[in-house]
T-cell receptor, first 116, second 112 residues
């Protein structure tokens, strides 16, 4: 069975540009969460979507947005990129939703974004 | 606010040594869940264990064992007879009534 898949795996952008990252959850999973992992740090929560609705949002600026599609895949968009947005962006899927969901999260291998 | 502290930034051991990774947490929530994840160089976070705040029973899974002590707010992870394949970054995480909070991770290097 396919796990959580993310694309692209690596990308390089310049300051001020926009980026879209994509995630396909495990088949049957209806919840997708996005995390940002800066080098040397633990992942930080950005968004969670469940049944196409935003169920949680972390402490990130409005330049970050996301959405979930009817097939439960998701996109993370970041506008007006800053050097500090360089990070590994991880997507995780789970069966249940809600910010207090304590179920197991299954992570993808991430999209590594470099902003020059 | 929730906080997870992994004081050990990096640990180096020789194969077959036992190693313990420390995790201390802070939360005001009465019900919470603790997790350990492994992150190999590929980047994917691999789930290892979930423990709820009402279950202080220690758990053993093969060479892995976990010691949860509510009195000291600690959830330590021990690898017995470490192997080179155990080399990775290990994250402790906490979820209460808010979202999942990760520690900064401990990099474990196991040399042959």
């Amino acid at each position: 069975d396919a796990g959580v898949t993310q694309s692209p795996t690596h990308l390089i952008k310049t300051r001020g540009q926009h980026v879209t990252l994509r995630c396909s959850p495990i088949s049957g999973h209806k919840s997708v969460s996005w995390y940002q992992q800066v080098l040397g740090q633990g992942p930080q929560f950005i968004f969670q979507y469940y049944e196409k609705e935003e169920r949680g949002r972390g402490n990130f600026p409005d330049r970050f947005s996301a959405r979930q599609f009817p097939n439960y895949s998701s996109e993370l968009n970041v506008n007006a990129l800053l050097l500090g947005d360089s990070a590994l962006y991880l997507c995780a899927s789970s069966l249940a939703g809600g910010p207090t969901n304590t179920g197991e999260l299954f992570f993808g291998e991430g999209s590594r974004l470099t902003v020059l | 606010a929730q906080k997870v502290t992994q004081a050990q930034t990096e640990i180096s051991v020789v194969e077959k040594e036992d190693v313990t990774l420390d995790c201390v947490y802070e939360t005001r929530d009465t019900t919470y869940y603790l997790f350990w994840y492994k992150q190999p160089p590929s980047g994917e976070l691999v789930f290892l264990i979930r423990r709820n705040s009402f279950d202080e029973q220690n758990e053993i899974s093969g060479r892995y064992s976990w010691n949860f002590q509510k009195s000291t707010s600690s959830f330590n992870f021990t690898i017995t007879a470490s192997q080179v394949v155990d080399s990775a970054v290990y994250f402790c995480a906490l979820r209460g009534y808010s979202t999942l909070t990760f520690g900064k991770g401990t990099m474990l290097l196991v040399s042959p």
